[in-house]
């Protein structure tokens, strides 16, 4: 019941969605009817031509028939014209595609049930495409039920995108299983990029949302300036049109309508391929070769072409892609990435970018008159590949300039630092202080060949020093068995007297160069040709002696 419940109510949502722009559409025509033509035209051609501009709206061309009398009243050939229109007013379709994305990802926190909600929009938006496709008949020339699947299509494409989006942000049971699942299927190919796939996803992800983005505001810019630079031919343009106020209202809210399709024209004409308004027309920044065209104000801010100077507008767009590059080069996943990984990165974010421009310029190209009004707009694939490879060239010569600061820095920091993977990696903070403490005692400490009293050695504080307690003195009574250890501690830097009845050695060390303790245990002194010691001497060296000669 749950499942059931959720679609039911995603229908009656798609319903309503459907119902916002048909009357966003509707409003305007009932007025032009009820002022313009004093409700003399018959209400099913209104209702009919309402339904058209939503099917238009929704991707789905329309068409009129001039009769030959309204023909040669228009100054045109005393002939039956067919007038195509599918040019989409793409501030609505932007509008209804927001809304389902909005209804996707509000469904998608519903668990398991919020995916009959796809069900549910998809029916709801069906069933009002139906209705309105039934009374848009006779403007169109594609059948029932072409004018029910593609409607319902951009509905329901848009509410998956925000299901699928949502799920991938709370990271849902399903999307994390279909994660794993790829991970698996990747491990058998290469297992470290099975288990770096998440980030360098959603690195990839997030660097084509942030190109998409910059291309929207360039061709936003580009049509603001454009406007600026072309006023006074849009003002002789409205001008000449000799419109009311009613009138110059409702060809204003149009226009309006038709925005977005006047960003997606700038996109084009920055990456280099232009734009076409008519057969035989091309718009670049290279050159402007226009026909005659309809007398829209908005068509007086189509850009000269500059020239020499036209190179310029695609190297924007390499210039934006760099800045991108840069900016996400120096986030850990970049750094830690392989040269071969660096690239791939950026590369598919730029293809990514390129196939949602090439999609965008087919929603904005299509016919606006009979003739050759019938083709106008960007060219798909030109624009889209030409976006993919200066974005491409672009972020990709950002984030190995990127990289290349990164190897300059670390070939300055000190050889003890550079296996701190945190410092390198810049997840830790620099130590600055560090580095310059280290420079400063690696350039003031020099080597002294000789330590003496006077030295700075000799200078600390001797308060710092930690003060050694004498040792007791031996009792009495213990003296013999303790005096060696004494004396060695006393006398071991005494020169040693010279033993009687043995001759110093003519080739051996000086006496003063020999060491008590090697002399004492030295076995020259156990040898037999050596003179019985001295048992009863007070001289320990004599003792020890006597005792390795008894073997003791």
């Not at 399709?261 to 718009?283: E, H, L, M, Q, R």
């Not at 990164?406 to 997840?427: K, Q, T």
Request: charged residues 15%.
């Amino acid at each position: 019941m749950r499942a059931l419940l959720t679609a039911v109510i995603a229908a009656i949502e798609a319903a309503a969605v459907a119902l916002a722009v048909f009357a966003l559409i509707g409003i305007p025509a009932v007025l032009v009817w009820w002022l313009n033509f004093d409700l003399g035209a018959e209400p099913e051609a209104l209702a009919a031509a309402i339904a058209a501009l939503w099917q238009m709206t929704h991707l789905v061309p329309m068409q009129l028939t001039v009769s030959a009398q309204t023909a040669l009243g228009l100054g045109l050939p005393a002939a039956e014209i067919a007038m195509p229109f599918s040019l989409a007013p793409l501030a609505l379709t932007l509008g209804t595609a927001l809304l389902a994305y909005r209804s996707g990802s509000r469904f998608a926190n519903r668990g398991g049930a919020g995916s009959w909600a796809l069900v549910g929009g998809a029916a709801g938006f069906a069933v009002a495409a139906w209705l309105t496709g039934v009374l848009a008949a006779s403007l169109t020339t594609w059948p029932q039920w072409a004018r029910v699947v593609v409607p319902a299509a951009v509905y329901s494409i848009s509410m998956v995108f925000g299901f699928v989006l949502r799920a991938a942000r709370d990271s849902h049971d399903w999307w994390q299983a279909s994660v794993r699942t790829l991970q698996q299927l990747l491990a058998r190919v290469t297992p470290n990029a099975a288990a770096a796939l998440p980030g360098r996803a959603a690195e990839m992800f997030r660097l084509a949302a942030a190109g998409l983005l910059s291309l929207l505001m360039l061709g936003s810019l580009g049509f603001g300036v454009a406007i600026l630079a072309g006023y006074i031919d849009i003002i002789t343009l409205s001008q000449g049109l000799q419109l009311d106020a009613f009138g110059a209202f409702l060809l204003f809210f149009v226009q309006l309508l038709f925005l977005p399709t006047a960003w997606v024209w700038s996109i084009s004409w920055f990456a280099g391929s232009g734009f076409a308004v008519g057969a035989a027309t091309s718009v670049t920044p290279f050159d402007t070769l226009l026909g005659p065209l309809p007398a829209l104000p908005i068509f007086g801010a189509i850009p000269s072409s500059w020239g020499w100077a036209g190179g310029l507008a695609p190297v924007i767009v390499v210039a934006i892609g760099t800045v991108l590059g840069g900016m996400t080069g120096g986030r850990p996943i970049m750094r830690r990435a392989t040269p071969l990984v660096s690239v791939a990165i950026p590369v598919c974010a730029a293809v990514l970018v390129g196939l949602v421009t090439a999609i965008f310029c087919m929603l904005a190209s299509g016919a606006i008159g009979p003739g050759r009004l019938a083709a106008t707009g960007p060219g798909w694939w030109q624009t889209g590949g030409l976006i993919a490879l200066e974005f491409a060239f672009g972020m990709s010569l950002g984030v190995f300039a990127r990289r290349f600061d990164v190897a300059r820095l670390r070939s300055m920091v000190p050889p003890g630092l550079r296996a701190d993977d945190d410092f390198m990696r810049g997840e830790g903070d620099p130590l600055p202080e560090a580095l310059l403490a280290d420079e400063q005692e690696t350039a003031t400490i020099e080597p002294l060949d000789v330590v003496s009293a006077d030295s700075d050695l000799a200078r600390f504080d001797k308060s710092d020093k930690p003060e050694l307690e004498p040792e007791p003195e031996p009792e009495p009574e213990a003296a013999a068995d303790s005096a060696p250890e004494i004396e060695v501690a006393v006398d071991s830097a005494a020169e040693p007297e010279p033993e009687p009845g043995v001759e110093p050695d003519a080739e051996s060390e000086p006496a003063e160069a020999v060491d008590p303790l090697l002399q004492a245990f030295s076995w020259d002194a156990t040898t037999p040709s050596a003179p019985a010691p001295d048992l009863g001497g007070r001289d320990w060296r004599s003792r020890m002696r006597s005792k390795l000669g008894r073997d003791e």
